[in-house]
């Protein structure tokens, strides 16, 4: 190694020092920005880094340039006008999709650096198996996160789609992952064995992602970034540089932890999720199940001012149905009503509200709805006791007490203990199912009040009539 | 470039997830989300690679796989951040004064 080249590869190193130290004032969100922005600043060094290495090596040619100053500037382009453009309820899909595009580059390169070899033929395993490795799981995550990211959109269907033989294939496909992998390390010149191995990974990201429904993406967005971390990290070994190898395995445990945390949340196991056949679509069904509705306490919104308006602790549990209804602006602006008013005001955020993990501390963030009130469960379940109102609000398999009892399709689920509020209000359409199509126990509890309307009009309704009792 | 040696190449891997899960299990609930695209942003490093791919490419095969790979680490590295930065800018301790309509 020449002194330029050293010299790269110390930068390299303080570049991925300052990846973990960002990530690490991740811990708090006073700090985050600024970690972020070091991690920023340490990946445009790392950039620039890469470019002298380049342009003292001298191996590139003019079309080489053109290829690299094109490709990035273009890439850029589309980053900077994703990064602007996107409203934070599509989040999950561009992280789903940004997941996508790193795993695809890291595919390609493994794809290109087996192309590229003088004598692909004397490649070692050391060199070919990454490479295959790469190749599957980045073309897996590439193909899936598309899928997964369409899914979201709303462009794939959001239920799980099935089809006969689906199963089989699932478990096919991976036995040719091995098939394909021993090959091309035994034969890197194989042509067929590299195209097998990538249309065969593409294939499998498809049949993996589109049996999965909607209401389990956030596991699914989790876990498609541990594989985009470990392809990241595969490309690494494949051109050797360690940085590729610290980033790659830096994002790889942090969708693994990301990924349990999730299926923890929905007591269900990565295995079973990922098998499918238990998450619907993104609409449940709203079937009225007229007996029950009789049974519960339909209240007004002029009632739910009252009980709020002289509460001095109100804790709301929001649920991806508010952000549905995009009716977290409203909620803000009555949760500042009563913050300033002088009753304590807390939100109750379950790890899968939403469609990616912490999605909902997003949504209420951008309404304005300041950190120190988000609060995680199981700091706020010992605090419902407390509660003189729970305001539930688009949520519901999660704060079914239902979960606390054996023999049913949510028992074990960790929920938030909503039913432990002195009242509660729940604001809802109708009676409708969550995903997990049971009754929810909480809304015929006699202490609970059902106020049936929309969310954006039922708050903007709940502001108003609040704003006459403490103005 | 050298040959880097295996062995070398796996211990940096292992250490690297033992510090990933040291550092990540720490990261509270409430910014899980900002987490995600940020550990995003930093897989963007791939466009390293995609550069030193882009370099060695003498075929036109070669020059199409390494400009596809670069918009993509490009586009992942420089999306990544800022919509990350988007995101941290709106949590606050307080909330912010509303700015008119």
Redesign the interface.
């Known amino acids: 190694m020449d002194t330029v080249s050293n010299a790269v590869h110390y930068i390299f190193l303080g570049s991925a020092a300052c990846f973990v130290l960002g990530l690490h004032l991740m811990n708090h969100p006073r700090t985050a920005r600024r970690g972020n922005a070091i991690s920023a600043a340490a990946m445009a060094v790392a950039i620039a880094a890469t470019v002298w290495l380049v342009i003292h090596e001298g191996t590139i040619t003019t079309t080489g340039w053109l290829v690299l100053v094109s490709g990035g500037l273009i890439g850029a382009a589309l980053g900077l006008y994703a990064a602007r453009e996107v409203k934070m309820t599509a989040m999950p899909q561009l992280v789903s999709l940004f997941n996508a595009v790193g795993g695809g580059a890291a595919a390609l390169i493994a794809v290109n650096d087996l192309l590229q070899a003088d004598h692909p033929a004397a490649l070692g395993a050391r060199v070919s198996l990454p490479g295959a490795l790469d190749i599957v799981i980045g073309a897996v995550t590439f193909s899936g996160s598309l899928i997964a990211a369409g899914k979201l959109q709303g462009v794939v269907s959001g239920a799980p789609v099935v089809f006969p033989g689906a199963r089989l294939l699932n478990v096919l496909l991976p036995a040719s992952f091995v098939v394909g992998t021993v090959w091309l390390v035994l034969s890197p010149d194989s042509l067929v064995a590299l195209y097998g191995l990538v249309a065969v990974a593409l294939l499998f990201g498809v049949t993996m992602v589109l049996p999965i429904g909607g209401a389990d993406m956030p596991v699914v967005i989790a876990l498609l970034n541990a594989f985009t971390g470990s392809a990241v990290a595969m490309a690494g070994f494949v051109l050797n540089e360690t940085a590729l190898i610290i980033a790659g395995m830096l994002v790889s445990s942090s969708g693994g932890i990301l990924t349990k945390l999730m299926a923890d949340a929905m007591n269900r196991s990565i295995a079973n999720i990922v098998v499918g056949g238990f998450g619907t679509g993104d609409s449940a069904p709203a079937a009225v199940a007229g007996g029950a509705a009789a049974q519960v306490r339909p209240v007004s919104a002029d009632d739910v001012a009252i009980q709020l308006a002289y509460a001095s602790k109100v804790i709301i549990v929001p649920g991806y149905g508010l952000a549905a209804a995009q009716a977290q602006h409203e909620l803000g602006d009555l949760a500042k009503l009563l913050t300033d008013h002088g009753v304590d005001v807390s939100y109750a955020v379950h790890p899968v509200a939403g469609r990616m993990p912490g999605h909902m501390n997003v949504l209420l963030a951008e309404a304005n709805v300041p950190y120190t009130q988000l609060k995680e469960m199981d700091d706020v379940n010992p605090e419902f006791p407390q509660a003189d109102v729970a305001l539930v609000i688009g949520a519901n398999d999660v704060t079914n007490p239902i979960a606390r009892k054996p023999g049913n399709a949510i028992s074990g689920m960790p929920i938030l203990d909503v039913d432990k509020a002195k009242s509660v209000v729940v604001i809802k359409r109708s009676m409708g199912h969550g995903y997990a199509g049971i009754d929810n126990e909480l809304y015929t509890d006699p202490k609970t009040g059902m106020f049936f309307t929309d969310a954006k009009k039922g708050l903007s309704e709940l502001k108003s009539a609040v704003g006459e009792f403490v103005g | 470039?050298?040959?880097?040696d295996?062995l070398?190449?796996i211990t940096?891997?292992v250490l690297?997830?033992l510090?990933?899960?040291e550092?990540?299990?720490?990261?509270?609930?409430?910014?899980?989300?900002?987490?995600?695209?940020?550990?995003?942003?930093?897989?963007?490093?791939?466009?390293?690679?995609?550069?030193?791919?882009?370099?060695?490419?003498?075929?036109w095969?070669?020059?199409v796989?390494?400009?596809?790979?670069?918009?993509?680490?490009?586009?992942?590295?420089?999306?990544?951040?800022?919509?990350?930065?988007?995101?941290?800018?709106?949590?606050?301790?307080?909330?912010?004064e509303?700015k008119d309509v």
Do not use: Q
Request: net charge positive.
């Open positions: 470039m050298n040959e880097l295996l070398t190449a940096v891997f690297s997830v510090i990933g899960v550092v990540i299990s720490k990261v509270p609930a409430t910014l899980h989300t900002p987490l995600m695209s940020g550990s995003n942003a930093v897989h963007g490093i791939v466009v390293i690679g995609a550069m030193l791919i882009a370099a060695e490419s003498h075929t095969l070669g020059y796989l390494a400009f596809v790979a670069m918009v993509f680490g490009a586009m992942n590295v420089v999306g990544g951040y800022l919509v990350t930065d988007r995101m941290l800018e709106m949590f606050k301790a307080r909330p912010a509303k």
